[in-house]
């Protein structure tokens, strides 16, 4: 079996940092790409943050300038560095990789369980 465990949200004010961690864990031949996603109450889930295991990045473009994704391979890890946080920010942030497991050549999408990100006075 492969889990994705994030961690680092909580609650900060508007303009600060939060660092987010997810680690791959399991049953894992290969990693592909990895990601973050968000979804705030009442809306859906969005990609913020994607990385591919060459390192190349895409961001949405709310957060670009603001937001960091990068990745330790050796780790089966992925960053999310926030920095100027706003109060839109808020939501439950979700690691998200396409998984190549020992069992077998196909490749998956593997969640993580989310991690909540407030950002409030």
């Known amino acids: 079996q492969v889990q994705l465990v994030e961690s680092g949200g909580g609650l900060v004010q508007p303009g600060g940092s939060l660092r987010l961690s997810c680690a791959a864990s399991?049953?894992?031949?290969?990693?592909?790409?990895m990601g973050w996603y968000r979804q705030a109450p009442g809306n859906q889930r969005e990609l913020v943050a994607r990385?591919?295991?060459?390192?190349?990045?895409t961001y949405v473009d709310s957060v670009k300038d603001r937001f960091t994704i990068s990745r330790d391979n050796a780790k089966n890890t992925v960053y999310l560095e926030m920095n100027s946080l706003k109060p839109d920010d808020t939501a439950v942030y979700y690691c998200?990789?396409?998984?190549?497991?020992?069992?077998?050549?196909?490749?998956?999408?593997?969640w993580g369980k989310g991690t909540l990100v407030t950002v409030s006075i």
């Open positions: 998200n990789a396409d998984i190549r497991s020992v069992a077998g050549p196909l490749i998956q999408p593997f």
């Open positions: 990385i591919t295991s060459g390192g190349s990045t």
């Open positions: 399991g049953t894992i031949f290969r990693i592909y790409v």
